[in-house]
């Protein structure tokens, strides 16, 4: 059964950064896509940053210039670099991946705060 653990949430001031990785563990077939969505409080969830195979990158305009989403094929691992935060970033951001048969994966949340 795959597994996907995120990490690096947290409370960050505006302007500041934060990091978040997603890990995937079990039996994973050759990954396809990875990325991040995001959830506020009484809004639809949104997706933020997307990684394909080959290292082709999507980004919301909101994020783009903001945001960074690299992978570690080796580590099954997704990143997200998120700088330059504002009071808006702040929501549940949620790992995707996307094997190759199609099959999404979530991982559980982790909140990012934006705060002075």
């Known amino acids: 059964q795959v597994r996907l653990v995120e990490s690096g949430g947290g409370l960050a001031q505006p302007g500041g950064s934060l990091r978040l990785s997603c890990a995937a563990s079990g039996i994973v077939y050759s990954i396809y896509a990875m990325g991040w969505y995001r959830q506020s409080p009484g809004k639809q969830r949104e997706l933020v940053a997307h990684i394909y195979s080959g290292n082709n990158t999507y980004y919301d305009e909101s994020v783009k210039g903001r945001f960074s989403v690299t992978r570690d094929n080796a580590k099954n691992t997704v990143y997200l670099q998120m700088n330059n935060l504002e009071s808006e970033d702040t929501a549940v951001y949620y790992c995707?991946?996307?094997?190759?048969?199609?099959?999404?994966?979530w991982g559980q949340g982790t909140q990012v705060t934006v705060s002075s």
């Open positions: 995707i991946m996307t094997d190759i048969l199609s099959k999404d994966y």
